[in-house]
């Protein structure tokens, strides 16, 4: 995995597609996040994180690195974390995104240093309406902002240093799931004074209003007067760590969700309704994330990637047996840069009631299922293996309007139109503990097509209005391999007859068309 440091990683938006690169190479992230604490211990790692993801055919690990052991005393740094989870990933021969676990993670201050969490006064909270204080640190904080700020700045420059040369560590999460629980916003004196002041100039310009932020955005008053005080402080700290070492870096976001509550969901975050304040406000960010645990996948993928001006990059999904289908779907429709199941190294943890997955939940208001493995691992890998094994042909056709990708709701299947054939795609009923239906096609040309898919079938029609008869030249079952095609069985036997069948298992075809009167 070596590099040259004239190609470090970088977000390219190139005829109307964004594109990762690593090692001057466009790169799409198979990829899985570990758990929170994980990355703490190099010895927990070695023995009971990276031989758990071997079989998972992954090409990137997502991993937390902390303020709190980063800077443990203020001005006094330790890297040896960093440097240990560097070297394990190169041994695994693994791309690593790291998160930036400093002011704010899921709302809250958990992972600053103890000297900021002593020092309430320099470093105060934010407070709500009630006038009792959080568990958070206010973004208005100046002194909180400015020593993340140093600390980031320390650790991409370190960064530079130790993987400069190597691009390992390829984007960098800056901070996690920003915004403020438990209240719309913060209620501290500072907050007050600041939220009854007028909007910043550069609000005004891109709303065309005017006024306090009370009147200028009426019941959005409080949640986009966090989401720009959010923004204006990550735009400090990023742009710090950016001086030092220009690694892309994004932030995510914990979406929207009942009951629709700034506050019920962290306040300030960069959901889809602000990303327009995050994106004037914090211009080192290049990307905005979500966080998929709820159950309308398909929407959240298309509210993300509105208008074009935001690639898709999915840092956290669910581990359940959804993942399975999601992850083709993510790519072939929406041309996703990322697809990562957190809690990656349970992955192939049996069944359980655990209380804390019941508990995280609870918490998170999410169907504590989404953190149940329940034998989501082999079916994964082999979503993987197929992917990771087909890069250089998806990104042929990335962008090109010859690649989409499809996915089970409530229908009972879809039609997929292209340049002379439709395909019909009818769903297999839903089975308990078992991939939804989906997949993704490519039409390689006007009669050739490449068909990966889960729990489906398939079936090739004339297109509407034309009369043309159409049959198949021949359909064949394999597997890629380092982007070649290696043929299995040839299927134009009873198997083709009525529609070509798939299982639970994801699998590729190639099949070519022709038509006939």
């Known amino acids: 995995m070596m590099s040259n440091i004239s190609l ?18 466009p790169f799409i992230a198979l990829a899985g996040e570990i758990h929170n604490s994980s990355a703490s211990d190099l010895n927990y790692m070695k023995h009971k994180v990276w031989p758990q993801l071997r079989e998972l055919h992954l090409n990137t690990v997502i991993v937390p690195v902390y303020w709190e052991l980063i800077e443990p005393m203020q001005g006094e740094f330790d890297f040896h974390l960093v440097d240990g989870i560097i070297e394990q990933a190169q041994e695994e021969n693994l791309r690593l995104v790291f998160l930036w676990f400093g002011l704010w993670k899921n709302g809250k201050s958990s992972y600053v240093p103890s000297w900021v969490k002593r020092d309430y006064e320099t470093y105060f909270r934010a407070v709500y309406q009630n006038k009792e204080s959080s568990d958070t640190i206010s973004p208005l904080c100046e002194k909180a902002v400015e020593a993340d700020a140093a600390a980031f700045r320390y650790f991409m420059a ?19 799931e920003i915004g403020f629980l438990g209240s719309d916003r913060d209620y501290s004196d500072h907050a007050n004074e ?13 709303f065309g209003k005017v006024g306090s932020w009370k009147e200028a955005f009426a019941d959005d008053a409080e949640e986009y007067f966090m989401a720009f005080h959010y923004a204006r402080a990550i735009e400090r700290i990023a742009s710090s760590g950016s001086d030092e070492y220009a690694l892309p ?22 959901i889809a309704k602000v990303m327009q304040i995050w ?8 990307l905005y994330a979500p966080d998929i645990y709820v159950p309308n996948f398909a929407e959240i993928c298309e509210e993300y990637t509105a208008g074009n001006d935001n690639p898709l990059f999915i840092p956290e999904t669910r581990r359940d047996v959804a993942s399975v289908t999601n992850v083709f779907y993510a ?8 697809f ?25 208001n999410i169907d504590f299922s989404a953190f149940v493995s329940n034998g989501t691992g082999p079916y994964l890998a082999r979503s993987y293996e197929l992917l990771g094994n087909m890069q250089a042909i998806i990104q042929k056709y990335r962008g090109t309007g010859k690649m989409t990708g499809f996915i089970q709701n409530h229908e009972p299947g879809c039609i997929l139109s292209f340049t002379k054939y439709d395909l019909k795609v009818n769903y297999q009923r839903r089975q308990e503990g078992k991939p939804v239906s989906g997949g993704l096609v490519i039409e390689a040309s006007d009669n050739e097509f490449i068909l990966v898919g889960i729990g489906c079938s398939f079936e090739f029609l004339p297109k509407r209005g034309d009369t043309s ?14 982007d070649k095609w290696i043929r299995g069985r040839v299927l134009n036997g009873d198997e083709a007859s009525y529609g070509l069948a798939v299982g639970s298992n994801p699998s590729a075809f190639c099949v070519e068309m022709y038509q006939y009167r």
């Open 279 to 286: 994106k004037a406000t914090a211009p080192t960010i290049c």
């Open 469 to 482: 008869k159409v049959d198949y030249i021949s359909i064949e079952e394999g597997t890629f391999v380092k």
């Open 8 to 25: 470090m990683p970088q977000l390219k938006k190139e005829n109307g597609i964004f594109n990762l690169y690593v090692d001057g190479n």
């Open 194 to 206: 600041q939220f009854n002041d007028s909007i910043p100039d550069e609000l005004a310009a891109i």
């Open 158 to 176: 370190h960064l530079k240093k130790a993987d400069g040369d190597r691009h390992t560590v390829i984007m960098v999460q800056v901070e996690n």
């Open 331 to 338: 790519i072939g429709k929406h041309n996703a840069l990322c």
């Open 340 to 364: 990562s199941p957190f809690g990656i190294e349970s992955i192939f943890a049996p069944p359980s009631n655990d209380n804390a997955n019941i508990e995280l939940g609870l918490a998170l």
């Open 249 to 270: 870096m994004f932030v995510n976001a914990w979406l929207e969700q009942f009951p629709w509550k700034p506050g019920s969901y962290p306040s300030g975050g960069p």
